[in-house]
């Protein structure tokens, strides 16, 4: 590539992220606010239980669990939430658009594949073990990302495990392995030490997807507050009655 084309695309790429930092930069101030607000035990704990009204009627989202030795304003959560809100901001996949065919690795076998090599015929695709459930209309994929709470970051007490920063592909799979105890019969794959999936998919902490021939279809808010497995069983329920009556008009 010539010098000057090098340059160019340098500077492109310097100018989406200087955008990228102003236009997020707002969202990030009101997250570090909150966050700081969080750490005054009496807020924190009429946040979390009014937080938790809310969900009751929904009671299969995951609560937002934050214990009282947890530290939510630091410099290493301040990283991590301007890291989330940065991805999110730039991420290819958008609703209704083409899903990005990111590079992912399986457990089993340490050999690059693609995310929608897991994608079969008409059938979409969710992230997420929740469709295992679903089985008879849609597959289940879980792609595991970098640490949310590494123990050399921002840590969490409420962690099960205590796992450091990825530093090899290696150990993103030994730590893929323990989320896999937990969910058998499901398909995990790491994402690349590139993190080229959660980039595309904006997908930290955590998120949700369905892919269907080659479309996002549903796209979920950021985790923890937007992770919502309610209205992914919702969009399959109805997927799966529009088969059904597919079928009987048949």
Request: include cysteine; charged fraction near 25%; proline fraction near 5%.
């Amino acid at each position: 590539r010539p010098p000057g084309n090098h340059l160019l695309c340098y500077n492109r790429t310097a100018l989406k992220n200087a955008l990228a930092c102003l236009v997020i930069l707002p969202r990030f101030l009101v997250a570090a606010f909150m966050l700081w607000c969080l750490d005054f035990l009496c807020v924190r704990r009429r946040v979390l239980f009014h937080l938790r009204s809310e969900e009751e009627e929904e009671d299969e989202d995951p609560p937002l669990c934050i214990s009282d030795s947890s530290r939510m304003f630091s410099w290493e959560s301040l990283k991590a939430v301007f890291h989330g809100h940065k991805l999110d901001w730039m991420k290819s996949a958008r609703l209704g658009h083409d899903a990005p065919n990111s590079a992912v690795v399986p457990l089993a076998e340490p050999k690059r594949r693609r995310v929608l090599d897991f994608a079969r015929a008409q059938r979409p695709l969710a992230f997420q073990r929740l469709v295992l459930q679903y089985a008879d209309v849609a597959d289940a994929l879980v792609i595991y990302i970098e640490e949310a709470h590494p123990s050399d970051g921002w840590i969490s007490s409420d962690a099960p495990y205590q796992i450091r920063k990825h530093r090899s592909l290696e150990e993103r799979l030994s730590a893929a392995r323990l989320m896999a105890r937990e969910a058998p019969g499901c398909a995990i794959v790491a994402d690349s030490m590139e993190n080229s999936t959660n980039s595309a998919y904006g997908a930290y902490f955590d998120r949700l997807y369905i892919v269907q021939d080659g479309k996002v279809v549903y796209q979920g808010g950021r985790g923890p507050e937007g992770y919502r497995i309610s209205e992914l069983r919702h969009w399959l329920d109805q997927y799966r009655a529009r088969l059904r009556d597919a079928v009987i008009r048949v």
